[in-house]
């Protein structure tokens, strides 16, 4: 919403910007930071607005009589001369990570955010598409798309809008009536659930052109690395919010990120790599009559058969003194049972409380798994970073699922209609615009992704998102790595806390 001036008075100390889409916050303290970029979550409108609120009602403390900025202009002027000499000059980069910068991202794609987002250093708090009901027309344009072309995109997702909103109240009228309020939950309490019900069995209506408000955190140092990444990128968009990005960060830290830029090597890398691959590999034109386009949500690619040794080898040597050595180790485990080794594994995990993770020792072993999953739960699982991900460009290929309990409430035939419509519309694109075609596929459609993982953080993932609470796509897939790992190593079973339930959202 618009602000006042009096409003815009208040905050303007705090934010680079009054009007720009993206814009940096400083002299604010860490917690408030944090608080607002959690709004993102959870709001529909923007920081500006949620801070001027906090303000005004005084439900902030952020000093008496706060009007501008403090001067440290000789210090200043000192650090950007020993940053462009050291860091610079003589690259000891490692300093540029002392340097924090705050960075609110406002009405980017879906799209931009997931490339956003694939940095690894870097806090992120993303808005929900399970907590705000999304307006219509709240989806980015794209110049780039001139003529026939430009209109086939936006009416496309005008209608993906339109069905998303209708369905929403309808959705929602009919949750009221299937799912009763649980003994001693408020009215509210109650509502919001049926809302947040209602939103996650729409989401996949949502075309990933979506705008979405996302707050970034990050070193100087990684910071930078992103934007030379996303100033390299082929989407216009994606390249024009990093020259936001890198403008708004330079209020902050002038120097540690002012080289950033397009990379050549960056911007070929696809290319070159696909050029080669073509005189080992030529699958050879998309047939989807003869493809198993759905298949198998999870797949193995590869893993250590000696993941146990492995692991134990770690934990052991962490836990022993200094007249262990690892060759003594290995050779006294050729000796020892396979019942043994697993003792040492449990014996790691035995007095593991509901937060503790397992210990680094399981980092010793990877596994491989190719992925398939509507790009919705894509959305959800990409926040995952530590581990080495490689995804696909985002198309209509692979297909799109409805949800069970839309054709459970009879709501099911207004969604499958505007899917393939949708679909319709994204190959009118493909043909001439393979990257721009992504923003208008909705996310109920599937995308593939390989993962490489080391196993601690396998626990972690399984045992976060197949909680009942979590979204039907993505527990499926947390419960997929489950029961795929443990068929290639039994002594998995007991140690990750998994929920194997089929909880139905609308019985939730």
């Known amino acids: 919403m618009p602000l006042d001036e009096a409003a815009r008075g208040r905050i303007a100390p705090y934010v680079s910007s009054l009007s720009d889409d993206v814009f940096a916050l400083s002299g604010l303290p860490e917690e408030v930071i944090a608080v607002l970029f959690a709004y993102y979550s959870r709001s529909r409108d923007d920081l500006r607005t949620n801070l001027a ?138 509502a919001a659930a049926i809302r947040a019900h209602a939103c996650d069995l729409l989401r996949g209506l949502l075309p990933a052109g979506t705008r979405t408000n996302l707050g970034l955190t990050a070193n100087a140092r990684a910071l930078e690395a992103l934007l030379t990444k996303m100033l390299s990128h082929p989407l216009a968009e994606v390249r024009n919010v990093a020259t936001s990005m890198h403008a708004a960060a330079r209020t902050v830290t002038p120097t540690l990120v002012k080289y950033a830029g397009r990379s050549e090597h960056r911007s070929a890398q696809r290319s070159d790599v696909g050029d080669k691959l073509r005189s080992i590999y030529d699958p050879g034109p998309w047939d989807a009559s003869a493809t198993n386009v759905v298949g198998q949500p999870v797949r193995l690619v590869r893993h250590d058969k000696d993941a146990l040794e492995r692991i134990v080898l770690a934990l052991a040597y962490e836990s022993s003194e200094p007249n262990v050595h690892a ?20 014996a790691s995990v035995a007095r593991r409380g509901a937060h503790d993770p397992v210990p680094r020792g399981f980092e010793a072993t990877t596994m491989t798994f190719e992925l398939m999953l509507d790009y919705g739960a894509y959305r959800d699982l990409q926040r995952h970073r530590m581990l080495l991900p490689a995804t696909q460009r985002l198309t209509c290929r692979l297909g799109f699922e ?71 796509s993505y527990r499926r897939i947390a419960q997929g790595l489950f029961r795929t790992a443990i068929a290639v190593h039994p002594w998995l079973e007991g140690l990750v806390r998994v929920d194997l339930g089929d909880y139905s959202l609308s019985r939730a």
Not at 334 to 341: F, I, V, Y
Request: hydrophobic share 40%; aromatic share 8%; with cysteine.
């Open 327 to 346: 060759r003594g180790l290995t050779e006294a485990m050729r000796h020892a049972t396979s019942r043994e080794l697993e003792d040492v594994v449990r």
């Open 402 to 472: 409805t949800p069970a309990e839309l054709a459970e409430l009879e709501l099911d035939r207004a969604y499958t209609d505007a899917m393939v419509a949708a679909c319709d519309a994204w190959e009118a694109l493909e043909s001439k615009h393979p990257q721009e075609a992504q923003y208008a596929v909705p996310l109920g459609f599937r995308i593939r992704t390989l993962w490489t993982l080391n196993l601690r953080e396998l626990f972690h993932v399984v045992e976060l998102r197949s909680a009942r609470q979590g979204h039907a």
């Open 53 to 190: 609120r906090l303000l005004t009602d005084q439900e902030l403390d952020v000093g008496e009589g706060v009007t501008t900025r403090p001067s440290f202009g000789l210090a200043t002027e000192k650090a950007r001369a020993f940053h462009e000499k050291w860091v610079v000059g003589y690259g000891h980069a490692s300093v540029a990570e002392h340097a924090v910068v705050h960075l609110a991202i406002e009405n980017v794609s879906i799209v931009a955010s997931k490339v956003i987002e694939d940095l690894r250093l870097g806090s992120y708090t993303e808005k929900s598409t399970r907590y705000v009901v999304f307006d219509r027309n709240s989806f980015v344009d794209l110049p780039e798309l001139e003529g026939p072309l430009g209109q086939t995109y936006r009416a496309s997702a005008e209608r993906l809008f339109t069905t998303y909103v209708d369905l929403m109240a309808r959705v929602m009228d009919a949750l009221r009536v299937r799912v009763l309020r649980p003994p001693g939950a408020s009215e509210a309490a109650h």
